[in-house]
Nanobody
Framework: QAQLVESGGGLVQAGGSLRLSCVAS????????MGWYRQAPGKQRELVAG???????NYADSVKGRFTISRDNAMNTVYLQMNSLEPEDTAVYYC?????????????WGQGTQVTVSS
């Protein structure tokens, strides 16, 4: 089993910055892809950014140039630096990790952290 714990959400004014962190723990052999998703009220959960164990990244078009995803493989941690935040970024942000436990891969989710951007 593995657990993901997010931190760093909060309330910020438009144009401000926040940094989200997500730590994975448990019986982890290795972690392949880690990513951040978000879900705004009344909308489907969407991918914000993802990063492989080798450091390759991908971003949603809406956050390119403003958000940066990074990870510390030794610490099983993924970060999301969010700059130039907009009210449209308001959502619950979820961490996801594709975790190898033994010879099987599992998908785990964090509990979510609220990000609110005021105009």
């Amino acid at each position: 089993q593995a657990q993901l714990v997010e931190s760093g959400g909060g309330l910020v004014q438009a144009g401000g910055s926040l940094r989200l962190s997500c730590v994975a723990s448990g019986s982890i052999f290795s972690i392949n892809v880690m990513g951040w998703y978000r879900q705004a009220p009344g909308k489907q959960r969407e991918l914000v950014a993802g990063i492989t164990s080798g450091g390759s990244t991908n971003y949603a078009d809406s956050v390119k140039g403003r958000f940066t995803i990074s990870r510390d493989n030794a610490m099983n941690t993924v970060y999301l630096q969010m700059n130039s935040l907009e009210p449209e970024d308001t959502a619950v942000y979820y961490c996801n990790a594709q975790v190898w436990i033994g010879n099987l891969e599992y998908s785990y989710w964090g509990q979510g952290t609220q990000v609110t951007v005021s105009s």
